[in-house]
């Protein structure tokens, strides 16, 4: 008799495993019954989604460069007859004022020769033998996709390759003559615009990857991994057939997606350009929603298991009225009383568990005084740090404070420079020396804003020589330069530059003199 009461089991392990053995029995049932309400309707409603998603893509696809189709037809249509280049000039300004994704607008003479061009780029270059040119003779006003190497090198490119959308229109006087031709090179930018508008405020998974393709195949816009690159998919196939729908399919990184497909159709007299719109979502990350059913069918039989174990421990409290002993123990050492819990030999896991609580109490008491010091100590010492901490910041605000104010208040124009060429520091007399004003200075490359055209490239390969070798000979020189105001009028100056080069900050300066006042 003694040999079975040391060998019997405890309550709570007869309990728990009863507990464990419903939890896995309901668990398993909801989850067989959750796998037959997944209907193929839920799999059609996400693929149908994500078709949908890129229906609407290739719809704002369309539509925006309608827009730009149109805008840029009606700039033409007023430029026919006669060119006034002055009127010229103030049209396709204020085009691109209108509208910043035009990276370049230009009009020529019927030759192929640039008139007048925003910003004055590739102004007096022949252009002849571009396509843009030589389609819009022809009458076909729209060009894919292209790069342009010459007209990046002059815009600058940071991050991905420049590209461009052509969009060009032939000028042609009362007599129906060609005077000239309109060429505009929209930015693909606008393309990442379009996508952002759609993806991002929506706040959709960032698992939903758009991808543009053209009529040959390859990906104009889309992941890193393959942009550029040439689809041969069902999709694609479809797309290319003018249909719309959603495609399961394996992809050349092996991966399974689930792929949204539409085409370009234009919009009113805008042809398109023959465009495929993917939407794709990793086959895992789109029936998610069919998961998610199982995971709330679980929760709902993991909620059932926990009504049945509240139910089984109301009953064994009800029977084991001795452990209602060490509960008031234990809301005693909740409520912070040293308190002893009685001994009791009814259970094993009652002594174990009064031993246990004896010991808590002791350590808990030791514990409580230790941790109360150290928090004494620790509140001081932060106190202190702070205190160091505040000083600190406030005498390097007042030493920034007073540094900008000498440089705002000094008789002559300051410009600051990064080591990357963009304008960091501009006083309120540089703003009235060239005509920029601070807000419209600042993050700008000093090059394309003061510096004229025909020293740009000078002044490039000097900051990119100093970067290669730290060397930099021009440091506190005066020199005599030629810099533009906002107007484009070329202004002398005399400039005496220098250099902070330290770890924490790095940077250019020049104090400006107009040598006209000289004059």
Request: with cysteine; hydrophobic share 45%; proline share 4%.
């Amino acid at each position: 008799m003694g040999s079975l009461t040391q060998r019997r089991f405890s309550l709570g392990a007869w309990l728990a495993l009863a507990f464990t053995l419903l939890s896995l029995l309901l668990t398993v049932m909801l989850t067989v019954f959750s796998d037959r309400t997944a209907s193929t309707q839920v799999r059609q409603s996400i693929g149908a989604n994500l078709a949908e998603l890129a229906n609407q893509t290739t719809s704002r696809l369309d539509q925006a460069m309608f827009e730009r189709y149109r805008e840029v037809r009606l700039i033409a249509n007023r430029l026919n007859g006669p060119l006034d280049l002055a009127e010229v000039k103030s049209e396709i300004d204020a085009l691109q004022q209108s509208y910043p994704t035009y990276a370049w607008i230009g009009v020529t003479d019927p030759a192929g020769k640039v008139l007048v061009a925003t910003r004055n780029m590739l102004e007096g270059a022949d252009v002849s033998a571009r396509p843009w040119f030589q389609n819009a003779l022809n009458g076909q006003a729209m060009g894919d996709v292209h790069e342009a190497l010459l007209l990046a090198q002059l815009i600058g490119s940071q991050g991905e390759p420049l590209r461009f959308v052509d969009i060009a229109f032939a000028l042609r006087d009362g007599a129906g003559q060609v005077t000239g031709v309109l060429g505009v090179h929209l930015s693909w930018r606008w393309a990442r615009e379009i996508e952002q508008a759609i993806f991002v405020p929506v706040g959709r998974s960032r698992t939903i990857d758009p991808l543009i393709v053209s009529r040959t195949g390859a990906v104009l816009l889309g992941p890193p991994e393959v942009q550029g690159t040439v689809l041969n998919l069902p999709s694609v196939d479809a797309a290319n057939r003018g249909e719309r729908g959603f495609v399961r399919e394996t992809w050349p990184d092996g991966e399974n997606y689930l792929v949204g497909y539409s085409s370009d159709q234009g919009f009113e007299d805008y042809p398109g350009l023959g465009w495929r719109v993917l939407v794709r979502q990793d086959l895992d990350e789109a029936y998610a929603p069919v998961d998610q059913m199982h995971r709330r069918m679980l929760l709902g039989g993991l909620l059932a298991a926990l009504l049945f174990s509240l139910l089984g421990w109301g009953l064994a409290r009800w029977i084991t009225r001795p452990l209602l002993g060490l509960a008031d123990v234990a809301r005693g050492l909740e409520a912070g009383y040293a308190v002893k819990a009685p001994e009791s030999n009814a259970y094993d896991e009652l002594a174990i568990l009064g031993g246990a609580f004896n010991s808590m109490v002791k350590t808990l008491q030791h514990n409580e005084e230790e941790l109360r010091q150290l928090n004494v100590s620790l509140e001081r010492r932060v106190q202190e740090r702070t205190a160091e901490l505040q000083d600190s910041v406030e005498r390097v605000d007042d030493n920034e404070a007073r540094t900008q104010a000498v440089i705002d208040t000094a008789q002559e124009p300051f410009i600051g420079m990064d080591f990357e060429g963009c304008i960091t520091d501009w006083n309120t007399q540089a703003e009235k020396l060239l005509g920029w004003s601070r807000e419209e200075a600042l993050g700008e490359s000093l090059a394309h804003l003061v510096v004229p055209e025909r020293y740009q490239v000078a002044f490039v390969e000097a900051l990119a020589q100093f970067l290669s070798t730290g060397n930099a000979p021009f440091v506190g020189q005066r020199m005599k330069r030629i810099l533009v105001d906002r107007e484009g009028h070329e202004l002398p100056v005399e400039m005496k530059i220098g250099l902070i080069n330290t770890e924490r900050l790095k940077l250019f300066s020049a104090f400006i003199r107009d040598l006209r006042e000289q004059a």
